[in-house]
């Protein structure tokens, strides 16, 4: 078993940032991972995951090895804010990014190009969603690959994502995948660009490091990593802290409000609805309700926004439609 931390130096313009990254390799011929965190500078349980992921995999790596990025983008860590500072970008829909181009266009090149040293056989992605959330698993949308050998990738990732032992959200539809510039997130990119499996784990609230979501991102990538064959055995999530509703869904933005006000949420994250159930009310600060957001399909409560006000025509938290057949 070999250990070693360094620091990737990137040129960001006039500034510089610099990446901890840290391989472990077994010794034994095996597959490749990379796990990365904190693209989202305010999504800090991942940075503790990750470290107590290099703790653990020193004992557990069984064949192959491990690239771990615990932060991708330390100068908003060190604000506790979501984008890079520079710029103001989302870093998660710069890449494969553009040497000599803006400040994250050149953070993603240089963490694309070092991901690619390394060929992963997966990467799984770390992020935090709200403080009323489950913990849940994204898979991309192979929107480059067409017939089997899109079939086979999104089979895969799908194999991968329930292996996480998390609540499984499949991405918008192709269309609205790419509108959105889901292609250019880092998963995404892997998927496809690169035509190997990523996943987008999501636990806990943002802007404060949260030990249950540290616990969950843990196991659930151990999961992942175990089906790849790097480590023996499977995710283990822990009942008592986890509400993860099984089944296939995939990420709707039909939960909008058409005023603005307090939203009220009227079901848990977690919590499985029918069509036309109230998901939430919206109340003016006399406490009257202005409006209520129903359920247009079945479905399950991903996450509700952290903010409690909200705008007219806000989407109010992400949910799980069904997926049909
Ligand atoms: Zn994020």
Redesign the pocket.
């Known amino acids: 078993m070999q250990r070693r931390a360094d620091w990737l130096r990137v040129d960001i313009g006039d500034d510089h940032a610099h990446l901890p990254v840290i391989d472990i390799d077994s010794g034994v011929p095996g597959p490749s991972a990379v796990v990365t965190a904190n693209?989202?500078g305010d999504?800090s349980s991942g940075v503790v995951a990750v470290h107590a992921l290099d703790r653990w995999l020193q004992d557990s790596l069984v064949r192959g090895r491990v690239r771990l990025y615990p932060s991708l983008n330390p100068r908003a860590l060190a604000l506790n804010t979501r984008r890079v500072p520079h710029d103001g970008a989302d870093l998660?829909r710069c890449f494969p990014g553009r040497t000599g181009g803006t400040a994250s266009e050149r953070l993603a090149a240089a963490v694309w190009a070092s991901i690619g040293e390394v060929t992963p056989d997966v990467l799984i992605d770390l992020?935090?969603d709200s403080a009323g959330s489950i913990p849940y698993t994204i898979v991309d949308r192979a929107v480059s690959l067409s017939g089997r050998a899109r079939t086979r990738l999104d089979t895969e990732l799908l194999k991968l994502a329930q292996d996480s032992g998390l609540t499984v959200l499949l991405e918008y539809p192709d269309d609205l995948y790419q509108r959105f510039a889901l292609d250019r997130s880092l998963a995404g990119a892997v998927v496809n660009r690169l035509h190997k499996p990523a996943v987008t784990i999501e636990a806990g609230p943002r802007g404060v490091v949260d030990w249950d979501a540290v616990s969950i991102m843990r196991r659930a990538v151990h999961g992942v990593l175990a089906r790849v064959g790097l480590v023996d055995g499977t995710a283990q999530p822990d009942a008592s802290r986890v509400t993860c509703p099984s089944g296939t869904w995939r990420r709707g933005t039909t939960a909008r409000t058409r005023r603005a006000g307090v939203f009220v949420p009227s079901l848990r994250p977690g919590d499985r609805f029918r069509p036309g159930v109230v998901l939430g009310v919206v109340r003016d600060l006399v406490g009257d309700p202005l409006d209520e957001v129903r359920a247009q399909s079945n479905g399950v409560v991903v996450s509700w926004v952290d903010s409690p006000w909200v705008e007219s025509g806000q989407v109010v938290g992400t949910i799980g439609i069904a997926e049909e057949g």
């Open positions: 693209v989202h999504e998660n992020h935090t």
